[in-house]
């Protein structure tokens, strides 16, 4: 069984982690504060911030699952997608330290590591099943039939569902990141004060886009009457608001699970930390007898561990990179 250094590196968390055997050793993240005063990552500052971070992180990685580098089997990092300066930061250090060590490197995709993290510990779902991923940046339907076998049937049209978390939060004055912050506030309000548009797509596919721009014309009418509407009401609208992509996001779940079959719902992405959803989920699943899956909160946010855990998976398939790999910010799932 191999022991594989994972890296990822695809946005503003820098993360190595550790596999021996198939069981996490480690999972170190650093986390970049510095986009904190910008409202959103800043693409050029998160590439120079993982330049810092990668080798010490790396280090602490390998010392806690006490492991030398030249016991390893492989190196693994994020090919995409992701920022490019980002992934091309990450990349380039595996890349050099396969080459140094004369190991086998191993390219993997974001989107499939997230839902995967659900092989990491158990209870582990069975294949086939349904996954609905939510991130920042993708918001996704995908039947998994195999560790390497996975079709998406839906996916967002415009807006992630995570972006859509944070720009409504950002238009109520939240600091960023939002999505946490109007989570937290959306535990002590009234989910169903504020009625916004639940978006309705054809199929399997997702629409946020239109909730954000509900969410500013609605607040810009009501602070037009009263300047302090936003403060008076703040969990009011934030439940209002984070129980009506909920709604999105279930409503075309529950029309794939019932279409497809599947009772085995897993539930993947740094969305998937939401507390609203995550009870959501549990509640729908009651309803309609289904059985869910949901990563520990440390593997749902961008982080080494799911890297490991799919190039595991990778490693036992012979599925291995040459140096000639190049990052891709645009990199599909299938």
């Not at 016991?71 to 990092?77: P, Q, R």
């Not at 548009?197 to 509900?214: E, W």
């Amino acid at each position: 069984m191999p022991t594989i250094l994972a890296i990822e590196s695809s946005c503003d968390d820098t993360s190595a982690a550790v596999m021996v055997d198939g069981e996490i050793r480690s999972n170190v993240v650093a986390t970049q504060q510095v986009h904190e005063q910008y409202g959103g990552v800043v693409p050029e500052l998160a590439s120079r911030a993982h330049q810092q971070h990668l080798l010490p992180v790396v280090t602490a990685a390998l010392h806690k699952a006490g492991v030398a580098k030249h016991d390893l089997d492989a190196v693994a990092f994020t090919q995409g997608p992701g920022l490019l300066g980002s992934l091309l930061v990450g990349g380039m250090f595996a890349k050099t330290l396969a080459l140094a060590l004369g190991k086998p490197l191993i390219a993997v995709n974001h989107m499939r590591a997230h839902i995967l993290a659900h092989f990491i510990e158990d209870p582990r779902p069975e294949f086939p099943f349904l996954c609905l991923t939510v991130s920042g940046g993708h918001t996704q339907l995908v039947i998994v039939r195999s560790a390497l076998d996975m079709e998406i049937i839906g996916q967002t049209i415009d807006d992630a569902a995570g972006e859509a978390f944070d720009k409504t939060a950002k238009q109520l004055g939240l600091p960023y990141p939002g999505g946490p912050h109007l989570d937290k506030l959306a535990r002590q309000g009234n989910p169903t004060r504020f009625p916004f548009p639940v978006g309705a797509m054809p199929g399997y596919d997702f629409s946020f886009s239109g909730l954000k721009t509900a969410v500013m014309y609605f607040l810009k009418k009501e602070v037009a009457k009263n300047p302090d509407f936003v403060q008076e009401n703040l969990p009011d609208l934030c439940a209002s608001i984070q129980h009506t992509i909920i709604q999105t996001l279930l409503r075309q779940l529950r029309r794939a699970a019932h279409d497809h079959h599947l009772s085995h719902i897993a539930l993947a992405g740094g969305v998937a930390a939401n507390s609203g959803l995550r009870q959501a989920l549990q509640d729908e699943a009651a309803a309609q007898n289904w059985q869910v899956f949901i990563p520990a909160f440390q593997y749902c946010t961008d982080n080494a561990g799911m890297i490991a855990m799919t190039a595991h998976f990778q490693y036992e398939a012979n599925d291995f990179a040459t140096q000639l790999v190049s990052s891709d910010p645009r990199l599909k799932l299938v």
